[in-house]
């Protein structure tokens, strides 16, 4: 189904992104990294990638004590890691996935030396282990847009700025709120104790922060900017880590209730609540189409006169994952309709829907962003 919509811009604009070492991100990154990690060791040893999905991370935080310039980790955040994975015989399943979360942890999160693993993966049903490349293994839904809006891309922008203020860690959290031309932004950010020596040093990394933020905002948007920066702080009760993440005593985090398959969370767009990272990628709907919906707008938006596309996928357990039970495309732009317009639309959703298998490699490698 193909309808060709009238574009109202939204009075107001809400956009969030959870960081990289935000709790519930870092839960997504545990997922996608164990799900990696499994997919290559089936591959070694049996050619193929057998069932599994681990998409139920959870992470419990520890208890820390941060101070100037120090601070000791009192008790290491834990990482629960349920699920369903056939077992390999070459290896422990739980070796695998504790090793796939300390390689992430140590890529991700600079400062965290200290944490626990609890494995608790069993093996799947046995209905759904046999629809491993032979069909979807859920009945699911997935949805795309594309372009992002100015506010949309800025967010994402925006964590690599805050990130590269001296003294800030990995875990941020970026609210835009945009009504008309007024655009306010507020920031979450830790701060690591080992680079703040005093009050002072964190009131300036706060500031910093707050000025290239504006900075980069104002340089992307015609309007009225504003920021706020680490808005809880109250007497000596401010954001100071030890290790610069919130795991460490102030939250948890869990699969799938962070960033969707762009990056970003944007409740005034459609989305979907599936969580994408930790399934696998071969039958997995709740994955797959996520990202073919969403490559498919990107291309569908690149066509003369559309200014934007909006794609939903949904399937039928056990139905080839190429013939979703809908294929919706939602186009607004100066067009019209036509045979030609359809076709070429047709075309794209065919491209992507039969490009499953070209997409495996890509999910294994970790090329494609999921979070």
Same mark, same amino acid.
């Given at each position: 189904?193909?309808?060709?919509?009238?574009?109202?811009? +939204?009075?107001?604009?809400?956009?969030?992104? %959870?960081?990289?070492?935000?709790?519930?991100?870092?839960?997504?990154?545990?997922?996608? =990294?164990?799900?990696?990690?499994?997919?290559?060791?089936y591959?070694?040893?049996?050619?193929?990638?057998?069932?599994?999905? @681990?998409?139920?991370?959870?992470?419990?935080?520890? %208890?820390?004590?941060?101070?100037?310039?120090?601070?000791?980790?009192?008790?290491?955040? /834990?990482?629960?890691?349920?699920?369903?994975? *056939?077992r390999?015989?070459?290896? +422990?399943?739980?070796?695998?996935?504790?090793?796939?979360?300390?390689?992430?942890?140590?890529?991700?999160?600079?400062?965290?030396?200290?944490?626990?693993?609890?494995?608790r993966?069993?093996?799947?049903?046995?209905?759904?282990?046999?629809?491993?490349?032979?069909?979807a293994?859920?009945?699911?839904?997935?949805?795309?847009? =594309?372009?992002?809006?100015?506010?949309?891309?800025?967010?994402?922008?925006?964590?690599?700025?805050?990130?590269?203020?001296?003294?800030?860690?990995?875990?941020?959290?970026?609210?835009?709120?945009?009504?008309?031309?007024?655009?306010?932004?507020?920031?979450?950010?830790?701060?690591?104790?080992?680079?703040?020596? /005093?009050?002072?040093?964190? &009131?300036?990394?706060?500031?910093?922060?707050?000025?290239?933020?504006?900075?980069?905002?104002?340089?992307?948007? *015609?309007?009225?900017?504003?920021?706020?920066?680490?808005?809880?702080?109250?007497?000596?009760?401010?954001?100071?880590?030890?290790t610069?993440?919130?795991?460490?005593?102030?939250?948890?985090?869990?699969?799938?209730?962070?960033n969707?398959?762009?990056?970003?969370?944007?409740?005034?767009? +459609?989305?979907?609540?599936?969580?994408?990272?930790?399934?696998?990628? @071969?039958?997995? @709907?709740? %994955?797959?189409?996520?990202?073919?919906?969403? %490559?498919?707008?990107?291309?569908?938006?690149?066509?003369e006169?559309? &200014?934007?596309?909006?794609?939903?996928?949904? /399937?039928?357990?056990? *139905?080839?994952?190429?013939?979703?039970?809908?294929?919706? @495309?939602?186009?607004?732009?100066?067009?019209?309709?036509? /045979?030609?317009?359809?076709?070429?639309?047709d075309?794209?959703? &065919?491209?992507?829907?039969?490009?499953?298998? &070209?997409?495996?490699?890509q999910?294994?490698?970790?090329?494609?962003?999921?979070?």
């Amino acid at each position: 189904m193909i309808t060709l919509n009238k574009r109202n811009p +939204p009075p107001f604009e809400v956009v969030e992104r %959870k960081g990289l070492g935000h709790p519930d991100t870092l839960a997504d990154g545990i997922s996608e =990294a164990i799900s990696r990690a499994l997919c290559r060791f089936y591959l070694d040893e049996f050619g193929q990638i057998l069932h599994h999905n @681990v998409d139920k991370v959870l992470i419990i935080a520890g %208890k820390s004590a941060p101070r100037f310039a120090g601070g000791t980790i009192l008790k290491p955040p /834990s990482v629960v890691v349920g699920g369903r994975a *056939s077992r390999p015989s070459g290896k +422990p399943i739980s070796e695998i996935i504790e090793n796939a979360t300390a390689s992430h942890f140590h890529k991700t999160v600079k400062n965290l030396q200290q944490f626990q693993v609890e494995p608790r993966v069993e093996e799947g049903a046995p209905e759904l282990r046999s629809l491993i490349g032979r069909g979807a293994n859920d009945t699911s839904i997935g949805v795309g847009y =594309a372009p992002l809006s100015t506010t949309e891309q800025l967010i994402l922008d925006l964590e690599e700025v805050v990130r590269g203020v001296h003294g800030v860690g990995e875990d941020t959290k970026l609210m835009a709120v945009r009504i008309g031309d007024k655009l306010t932004l507020v920031v979450a950010a830790a701060m690591v104790s080992r680079f703040i020596n /005093s009050r002072e040093d964190y &009131d300036g990394a706060k500031a910093a922060v707050q000025e290239a933020v504006m900075g980069k905002a104002k340089a992307e948007s *015609s309007g009225d900017v504003e920021v706020f920066v680490n808005c809880a702080d109250a007497g000596e009760n401010i954001y100071l880590t030890v290790t610069g993440t919130s795991i460490e005593m102030g939250d948890d985090g869990a699969t799938g209730r962070g960033n969707r398959g762009n990056g970003l969370i944007t409740p005034m767009r +459609p989305m979907t609540m599936e969580a994408i990272a930790g399934k696998n990628p @071969v039958s997995h @709907v709740g %994955k797959i189409y996520n990202v073919l919906a969403q %490559k498919a707008a990107t291309e569908i938006a690149e066509l003369e006169g559309v &200014d934007e596309a909006y794609v939903t996928l949904v /399937s039928k357990i056990g *139905s080839p994952i190429s013939q979703p039970l809908l294929r919706g @495309v939602q186009i607004s732009g100066d067009l019209q309709m036509t /045979s030609a317009m359809e076709s070429k639309v047709d075309a794209i959703l &065919d491209f992507w829907l039969e490009s499953t298998d &070209d997409l495996v490699e890509q999910f294994v490698k970790g090329k494609l962003t999921l979070y």
